[in-house]
């Protein structure tokens, strides 16, 4: 038994008031309270963790859960609540600092489409509902890559968090309209680009018209084009647009570059880290070179 302690920290707990808890240590991280606000908006006394104490010369240094203990001071509107404290007893600075340091080192973070099926389990409705819509279409939220599959689900939250049901039902018909179902046309940055034009244009995108004129082009060509434009999801949105309105001189129909940049469109969403496989150069990259190096060559989507 005495073997098997050395995997068992030596610990105890204690519920200790915040107030009484200190975390100004110069090797913690500066407090986000953008990210303590929002969270704590949201309290949910599920989610909150035991925070990390080092006791020394009897103060109780925090090296893991500033954050933590910011959030239950809001969401309680006191400092003399008390938090679960894992303490330690025989840390000297320097190991604190190198706990902190290291602490993630090996912790491998849950990827949004973990997050996303753990909520389908949890039956949590706005999962269930984007799920529902993405089936509806004979598509499938997935973690790989594959006809059919959609794999930034960061991005179906987010279009569906801002703009609601209808927003992304029209974003995912437009798409599958348009290429058919391709599964590079469902990165992070075609979704957004597309959810961009819906929001600006509204009735004035026509929808027959968009997927017959940028349908033309395939994803590798509208995908040069965009890196020739800007970075991200607006440089795509203008080689749409580019396509959209063709060479005709007339202005009925046209859809004016301009209106995406007026201040009062306050839409841009932009995908979450955990999309940046979508939004990298990487990612378009491999979409300009999957299709081979004839820069003649297209995809002919119909």
Not at 23 to 46: G, M, P, V
Request: charged content about 25%.
């Amino acid at each position: 038994m005495d073997d098997l302690d050395r995997f068992v920290p030596n610990v105890h707990f204690e519920k200790i008031p915040i107030k009484n808890l200190v975390s100004n240590q110069d090797y913690q991280r500066n407090l986000s309270q953008a990210h303590i606000e929002k969270t704590a908006e949201n309290f949910d006394i599920f989610q909150i963790n035991p925070v990390k104490v080092s006791r020394r010369d009897g103060i109780n240094y925090v090296f893991n859960g500033q954050h933590t203990i910011e959030i239950v001071a809001l969401a309680s509107g006191s400092r003399e609540t008390p938090v679960w404290c894992m303490i330690y007893d025989d840390l000297c600075y320097a190991h604190e600092a190198d706990i902190f340091a290291n602490q993630m080192k090996f912790v491998k973070s849950l990827l949004p489409y973990e997050i996303f099926m753990a909520n389908i389990e949890a039956q949590n409705p706005d999962q269930l509902m984007i799920r529902d819509l993405v089936e509806s279409y004979g598509m499938k939220i997935a973690a790989k890559r594959a006809p059919g599959h959609i794999c930034a689900v960061s991005t179906l939250e987010a279009i569906y968090k801002k703009y609601g049901y209808q927003v992304l039902n029209r974003v995912l018909r437009l798409i599958i309209a348009t290429w058919e179902g391709d599964s590079n046309s469902f990165s992070a940055n075609i979704m957004n680009a597309v959810t961009k034009l819906c929001v600006v244009y509204k009735d004035q995108l026509n929808d027959e018209t968009f997927a017959e004129k940028v349908g033309a082009v395939s994803i590798k060509q509208l995908t040069r084009t965009a890196r020739e434009r800007r970075p991200g999801s607006m440089g795509y949105a203008e080689a749409m647009i580019l396509e959209y309105n063709g060479k005709k001189k007339s202005t009925a129909g046209k859809l004016f570059m301009n209106k995406l940049y007026a201040r009062d469109v306050a839409l841009w969403i932009e995908p979450d880290e955990e999309d940046e496989l979508e939004e990298s150069d990487e990612y378009e990259s491999l979409i300009l070179g999957q299709f081979g190096n004839n820069e003649g060559e297209e995809v002919n989507h119909g």
